[in-house]
């Protein structure tokens, strides 16, 4: 299979294209090393660190900040929403899926980055930049995945412990060619409301019954949860959730089949804080289900560090037990 | 940061390049989403899965066999040999990686593929082709990991179970073009060894003390360990041996941060078989020590299907509690 450029192999091998100054696409294979939500997550991830490497001017993986030290673009607010046809469950080896990046002015500290994950078959359309927030928000193509990213700079406080990170940016990130978010969808009062309340819903969801609390104790695994500079991986929270969600399952009757063939149709992700490798997380899931489809549950997880407190991750999601149509 | 082409951004950003008939080069940033050994490891099998494609005329991520159904090109033995200043551990965001790759003919239904991952700087010469083998099994050099991977194709058998895999490749499979490894060099013997002796070791090792059995139950965790199409997935061999090499660590008094700092000079995976998300592993780990030098350590650990009494690897491996040096 050769592409446009005469170089042999799979969408995958071309590089990824600037459109414009805020915006980058990319064709893709899906392979193993990207199917599952943890894993799926942490590409995603991988690939906003790349586009505001691409566009803003700085190497986003060897970043330092004014005092020489380094930093890291970390994840703070993370949405995937999806649908039934086309969900991060539903990814197989060998999909072709064209992924679009945009990137918007926070000023020095912050970036969010927009993504827009397509199945790709020969109906897709040439991609022009530029990225479009206003599809993006209103967007419901059951063939696409909607990402979002908020992210911010931080490095290791004096302490170097994961629990003292600090704001710090690098002083070659250029963010002012960016286009600024239209208002009304500015993540800020969703995270916010995740910040203050431990919940991304506004208050219980009418129409709607408790399934839980479950509360779970999880040890951070120093084999799989830990990234290449000792903090917990961004990536992890996910994985972490979904260990409690099956557990959680498992007291409402189900069991791995049924986790294994959910579909997620939206999850957001506020990270507060993060652990150092010898924490244990405190977990509470509580789920709301509406009388007669029980497979179908709004639950949201929130991971504390059990040592001090502190909550580290709070996420709601929305799924279903039944798998894809 | 340009590169040749003119396409701002990093290495990695560039296409990967075909050599010549049977190797291929690409140059990479190393990123989140590879740092650890189970994701390494797995970002090591994608690039092998796109090696055979970009060079066997087929597309090993949506590979089917005769009868129509899909074949997965299986991992059967992995290597990696490393060095104390270059292994896996030392892998950190932003460095800089040349990774080669060249293909052996092993026939229709298996291949091998070795890769070198050097540290690149502006002394790293021109990568040309084609792979030396020889080269590569005398290879001491301190910033290179040496990789091999042979791989086998199969497919589900009738009963749809992850038990019952059986080989199975895709007619489109051209390997015919590929070169053969010279004799001497074949992992054959190796991975017999294991597979029969349940170690990849001679005996016990001259001149070292044994530490342990410990002996652990796993179980397999559905939320991390299941690929794209419900099988056991490769990457999950490596961090379910790492989590019992931890465990087998706090019982020699060692702590997790010892664990996070060990230094991996070299590891062999013999994958004999999967298993279903439900089941539960009988865990063997057993090291050898010399008196007077307690971090150094060779450890073997098994994985059993705990239910059926199936072995399903073996690993071995080099490994020393003090990190880097």
């Keep these: 299979m050769k592409d446009e450029t005469g170089t042999p192999g799979l969408p995958g091998w071309a590089s990824p294209r600037i459109l414009d100054r805020s915006t980058v696409s ?3 294979t899906v392979a193993p090393g990207m199917c599952g939500t943890g894993l799926f997550v942490g590409q995603l991830g991988d690939w906003t660190w790349e586009a505001v490497s691409a566009l803003c001017g700085v190497d986003v993986f060897a970043a330092r ?5 380094p930093a890291y673009l970390s994840f703070y607010y993370f949405r995937i929403r999806a649908g039934r046809r086309f969900h991060v469950g539903a990814l197989n080896f060998g999909d072709r899926l064209r992924v679009t990046s945009g990137l918007f002015n926070y000023g020095s500290e912050s970036v969010l980055a927009l993504h827009t994950v397509r199945r790709q078959d020969s109906d897709t359309p040439v991609d022009e930049g530029p990225f479009d927030p206003e599809a993006f ?13 908020f992210n911010r700079w931080i490095s290791r406080g004096r302490t170097g412990s994961n629990e003292d990170l600090v704001r710090s940016s690098p002083p070659d990130f250029h963010y002012a060619e960016l286009p600024r978010l239209p208002a009304p969808h500015s993540p800020r009062a969703d995270y916010r409301n995740a910040r203050t309340n431990r919940t991304f819903l506004d208050g219980e969801p009418p129409g709607r ?3 839980g609390p479950t509360r779970l104790t999880y040890a951070v695994d120093a084999t799989r949860d830990i990234n290449g500079v000792g903090l ?5 929270y996910f994985s972490i959730t979904d260990w409690a969600l099956l557990r959680h399952w498992r007291g409402l009757g189900r ?8 579909t997620v149709l939206d999850q957001r992700m506020c990270y507060l804080g993060n652990a150092d490798p010898e924490a ?11 009388p007669g489809t029980p497979h179908d549950e709004i639950v949201t997880v929130v991971l ?3 040592g001090t407190g502190q909550v580290i991750a709070v996420s709601t999601l929305h799924v279903t037990a039944e798998g894809t149509q």
């Design 304 to 306: 504390e560090n059990a």
């Design 137 to 149: 928000y209103a967007g419901k193509d059951e063939d696409c995945l909607y990402v979002e990213n």
């Design 209 to 211: 019954l408790p399934t």
């Design 280 to 290: 244990e997380l405190a977990i509470e899931v509580t789920g709301w289900v509406r």
């Design 232 to 236: 917990l991986y961004f990536a992890s």
């Design 26 to 28: 990319r064709d893709v």
């Design 65 to 69: 900040n004014r005092q020489g030290e």
């Design 255 to 262: 069991d791995v089949h049924d986790f294994m063939g959910r």
